[in-house]
């Protein structure tokens, strides 16, 4: 079975909300972990509007860290939980949401992750996020994914170690440029997708929405990644 898992950075719905809806449509995401999702003011009825325009629903509790995980109708929700990563003084408290999904014969243990700009705050958070999707997969019997915000490129130590430990979906079979950042004008890639090895990567990359849409949802585009697990 193919499942198609997205990450996406929302910049807090700051931007066109229509744009935004439409983008996130074309994704025909059946898990999607967002990253600046609102935090205040109404912030689970927006989420929850958004998701539901783009006919998915959020899976995960808690506001922490600005993470959530987002599924459709073909994921049937096991379990989900929120967690506040390590604090570091002087630097935004972090968050990980992570949801058990089972779609098909297929169950994933997915977690949306948003990394500091901070060089040791972004490897200890690496660090401490596979540590705890190792545990959820345990428990489980889920096969990881953790996608996100890493705001480091491919190159660098963190994603570097999230590479050692899972497949950089890109990687394994890129579809498009690859760049997420900025959406206007796009040169980094510092957004991804990684899932256990047992996954195929059939592809991964960006979405078929229109051009003024994407420059006009966030300041990041999103990534999707399409898997297959079992027979």
């Not at 719905?13 to 996130?24: H, K, N």
């Not at 689970?44 to 325009?53: I, K, N, V």
């Not at 796009?186 to 195929?200: K, Q, T, W």
Request: glycine share 10%; with cysteine; aromatic share 4%.
């Amino acid at each position: 079975m193919t499942i198609r898992v997205a990450t996406y950075n929302l910049h807090g719905m700051r931007d066109s909300v229509p744009a935004l809806t439409r983008v996130i449509t074309a994704m025909r995401a059946d898990v999607l972990c967002v990253q600046e999702a609102p935090r205040f003011g109404r912030w689970r009825a927006r989420r929850a509007a958004l998701a539901a325009a783009a006919g998915l629903a959020v899976a995960t509790p808690g506001r922490v860290g600005g993470v959530a995980v987002l599924t459709g109708r073909r994921a049937r929700v096991v379990h989900a939980e929120s967690h506040r990563l390590r604090g570091f003084l002087g630097l935004e408290r972090r968050g990980m949401a992570v949801a058990v999904v089972q779609a098909g014969g297929t169950r994933l243990a997915v977690g949306s992750l948003h990394l500091d700009l901070s060089d040791p705050a972004r490897m200890h958070h690496a660090a401490e996020a596979v540590a705890l999707m190792e545990r959820v997969s345990a428990r489980f019997g889920a096969a990881i994914v953790l996608a996100g915000d890493l705001n480091e490129q491919p190159h660098q130590p963190a994603w570097r170690y999230l590479a050692t430990r899972l497949a950089d979906c890109y990687a394994a079979a890129p579809k498009g440029d690859g760049p997420t950042f900025s959406a206007r004008r796009p040169s980094v890639r510092i957004d991804g997708v990684f899932a256990a090895r047992e996954a195929r990567v059939v592809s991964c990359g960006g979405v078929d929405a229109e051009i003024a849409d994407l420059g006009a949802a966030s300041d990041h585009l999103p990534v999707v990644a399409e898997l297959r697990l079992g027979h």
